[in-house]
């Protein structure tokens, strides 16, 4: 029962980057003067995850989806290298903008509040 708490999270950040990865990938427009910028369409499952598991887990979405977008995204594909340097720059943009928002939303929606603890009703004005 422990170990299936901890895979399903993972698990399930795994499958929706397959699937978010699938469907980019079928639309992906193969023109070089067309830019798309598909990377960030991997923010709303990111924050999705967040909602539902906390930020270990979509912090790991958030890297499995660098990856993948580095992997199936961007010229060369099926390569992690990326050929052109703003790509790359887009790439690290997205993933500082995942990892961030991904620990934004889940100290929104699981805040890390002890019982007693009245730092939030405080700033709450409660």
């Given amino acids: ?19 978010v990865t699938a469907a980019l990938f079928y639309f992906k427009d193969d023109d070089p003067r067309t ?13 999705f995850i967040a909602i539902l598991y906390g930020s270990v887990a979509s912090m790991l979405c958030a890297i499995a989806a660098t990856f993948a977008a580095a992997f199936f995204l961007y010229d060369p594909i099926f390569s992690f290298y990326v050929s052109s340097p703003r790509e790359v720059g887009e790439l690290i943009i997205f993933a ?11 100290e929104l929606t699981h805040p890390l509040e002890k019982p007693g603890d009245t730092t939030t009703a405080k700033l709450l004005g409660e």
Wanted: net charge positive; charged share 10%.
């Fill in 1 to 19: 029962m422990r170990l299936s708490k901890r895979v399903a999270p993972v698990s399930m950040s795994l499958a929706i980057i397959a699937a």
């Fill in 35 to 47: 830019d798309q910028h598909l990377v960030f369409f991997y923010l709303l499952p990111t924050a």
């Fill in 96 to 106: 500082g903008t995942a990892l961030i928002g991904a620990r934004c939303t889940a």
